[in-house]
């Protein structure tokens, strides 16, 4: 079975490392200090306020001592009898309100991350959230785990720290990609994502899959800047996690250049043509129709910024080059040109030249 956290014990936890950094600060003083003693006591009573409720009974245990240390405390911060009796019949009223801000602190971050997690892409842990948030532990994880498709299959753990301020931050996620098809290839990486930034769970599949994807983010300049992404199987940092290839806008990839070449049915439509860069910037490998003259090819492309082109597969899945399919559309077009040629003027040319069919 697995052990309960004492919360109580880890609020206290905070205040006694609060406590020894003031003591190095003031050496020999803080017993005396009643500013500091009566900081501590409203510290404790908030403690006391916060969990008073709770049904855990290591909880219960820790908050009966704790009791025995507050009274012994009021005695010094407040020597007059009067004044300890005006505390005593102040408290509820204080505690009501510590309990009310915390209950409002606590939905306030619940909802936040709620809506973080959804932005990510893992709105299916949203309900497992609250659960966690009240044993409050400094970090915690919550794992997530289903098929992509018919082969690949992503596990995720996402991963949550307490703050300094006691709020609870979505720190990132480990996400794991692993392909039925080829298990050798097989990985993993952790995406942080500090400071409100955004890598969906899609994006970090097409990532681990080999594919790049494109980022929005501030510059220093304050304007919002593009740059595509993509990770480097060949390199990892200290921690294990695979090196980013960056390609910013500076560096020249023009995705839509790139599919100009192939004359694609898409590129006809706006909206189109917005998917269809959209899904590239996603990641996706996207399905389109390449035409020749009045042929049309099923093909499946890619974003490759740093060979400032596309990877082109077949409906078969087979990779294709750009150039193969250029051959066959202009030999496709020479032979229906050649088609359209009347028998009558192939025969005029025949005898002009002298030939004899």
Known sequence: MKEEINRVAA????????????????????????????EKLNYLDAIHAKFRGTANEEERLTLRILKQERNALAKVVYPSV???????????????????????????????????????????????????????????????????????RMSFNVSFVKDNTGQYQLDGYKALFNSEQSPSESRQQYFHLGHGEILTADQAYNLLAGRAIQQEYSGADGYHQKTW????FNDKDASGNYK????????????????????????????????????????????????????????????????????????????????????????DTQKKTAQKIPLKKVLGRTKKNGLSM
């Open 11 to 38: 609020d206290l936890e905070v205040w006694r490392s609060r406590e020894e950094r003031f003591e190095k600060l003031f050496p020999g003083t803080l017993r005396n200090n009643r500013p500091f003693l009566q």
């Open 82 to 152: 009067l004044a300890r009796l005006i505390r005593y019949l102040t408290l509820p009223f204080k505690q009501r309100k510590t309990e009310q801000a915390s209950t409002q602190q606590s939905a306030g971050n619940l909802l936040f991350l709620k809506d973080a997690v959804t932005t990510n892409g893992f709105g299916q842990i949203s309900n497992q959230l609250q659960q966690q948030l009240r044993q409050g532990q400094d970090t915690f994880s919550i794992p997530v785990s289903y098929y992509v498709n018919e082969k690949d």
């Open 229 to 232: 992404l993509r990770l480097d």
């Open 244 to 331: 980013m290839k960056e390609f910013p806008a500076a560096y020249g990839y023009d995705v839509r250049q790139a599919m100009q070449q192939l004359s694609l049915k898409e590129l006809l439509s706006v909206s189109d043509t917005n998917r269809l860069m959209s899904g590239l910037a996603a990641g996706n490998r996207e399905a389109v129709t390449m035409q020749s003259n009045d042929v049309e090819k099923r093909l499946h492309i890619e974003a490759n910024p740093q060979f400032r082109s596309l990877n082109i597969y077949d409906d078969q899945g087979k990779k294709v080059s750009l150039a193969s399919l250029l051959s066959n559309k202009d030999s």
